[in-house]
């Protein structure tokens, strides 16, 4: 048994926008309510379930928030039962204390009612009180939903989905084959996102560099703004919506680039990142961040994890830049700028990102 979410964006129209946002006001206001319930619980000595507060909300909701029999229970249902894990973890010391909910925070809720109540059809989810939404893209695998949660960021609507129960080998589109997977190494690095032992590379978009200035106009327009005022606000989803459109580049890239290494791969040889090292270097931390290498490898290690694909890391102080892939020399020092990696022991000239590939290659 395995669970796969996939997050994919809307296509609602007007009507539809209004209510899932009624749906996720509810969810918040029965989450709150919920809150200072089981808050007063807490003062009287009395542990309050979410089972108990859940009784107590269902009693009284008609009556003060009467708006809410157009709506789907599920929203107040599963905002309840999620407060009755955020406690329970506090409980149990692995998080900080649930807080009030507010219009400014995340705006989300829980849609089903468990295994099987939510339908989707092609691009089309069948969401309970609201009826079938646009998706912007097919559910990838097939199987039964167990969970969806609609959410929203810088004004556009999105569905996550967890889908239960199925092989490797049921998804949707079935990706191309290599019949010649080989063992890859793979250097990392700011300019070129992934150099491959076997000579593939992956451009790095970079997006941040690209967005610099007009992520500074959106920065200033919203300085400007008084706070609060209906301005301020616009500048802030504007300046929300330029940071989206940064993120989503860079996104974008990863999955593109690991897609393509573990479709051709066998097994896999890293380097392991010390992230928090570089950024040290002022030079290269925006770079860096820019870059997100972490997010990439990341992506990159579950994406083999699901294909049985094996993934060597090679231990942090290993020179895969330093040390000649041909015969072994290891160079005293190496500075960033020699872009060509030349042997003096044996005359090997490689790229220097390829030569640092070919040393992480597993054997
Ligand atoms: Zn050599």
Request: aromatic share 8%; net charge positive; glycine share 6%.
């Amino acid at each position: 048994m395995a669970l796969r979410t996939q997050k994919i964006a809307l296509n609602p129209n007007k009507k539809q926008s209004t209510q899932m946002s009624q749906h996720a006001g509810y969810a918040r206001v029965a989450f709150n309510f919920g809150l200072s319930s089981f808050k007063v619980g807490l003062d009287q000595d009395e542990w309050r379930s979410h089972v108990d507060i859940k009784r107590e909300f269902n009693a009284v909701k008609y009556d003060k928030f009467d708006w809410c029999k157009d709506l789907s229970q599920n929203a107040s249902k599963n905002a309840i039962h999620n407060l009755g894990d955020a406690v329970t973890r506090w409980k149990k010391g692995q998080n900080k204390f649930p807080v009030y909910k507010n219009r400014s925070g995340k705006c989300s809720y829980q849609a089903d009612n468990g295994y099987g109540t939510v339908e989707v059809h092609k691009k089309r989810i069948n969401l309970p009180k609201i009826g079938w939404i646009r998706m912007r893209e097919e559910l990838r695998w097939t199987g039964e939903i167990t969970k969806v949660v609609v959410s929203k960021h810088n004004d556009k609507w999105y569905a996550s989905i967890t889908v239960r129960r199925l092989d490797s080998n049921n998804y949707k589109h079935q990706p191309v084959l290599f019949d010649d997977k080989q063992p890859i190494g793979i250097d990392v690095g700011i300019n070129t996102l992934a150099t491959c032992s076997n000579g593939d590379t992956y451009d790095n978009p970079r997006p941040l560099k690209r967005y610099e200035r007009k992520l500074a106009r959106a920065n200033r327009r919203l300085s400007r703004r008084q706070k609060g005022s209906q301005n301020w606000y616009k500048a802030k989803s504007m300046l929300s919506s330029v940071h989206a459109r940064i993120a989503n580049i860079r996104e974008d890239a990863h999955h593109q680039a690991t897609i393509r290494i573990v479709r051709k791969a066998s097994a896999i040889g890293i380097e392991t990142l010390k992230v928090t090292n570089m950024l040290k270097n002022r030079k290269l931390a925006k770079a860096l961040s820019d870059s997100a290498l972490g997010g990439f490898l990341s992506k990159l290690k579950y994406k083999a994890d699901r294909r049985g694909i094996p993934i060597d890391e090679a231990p942090q102080f290993f020179a895969s830049s330093k040390t000649c892939s041909n015969c072994g020399h290891k160079k005293a020092d190496l500075t960033l700028s020699e872009r060509t990696y030349h042997c003096s022991e044996c005359g090997f000239e490689c790229d220097r990102d390829l030569n640092a590939a070919i040393n992480l290659c597993p054997a």
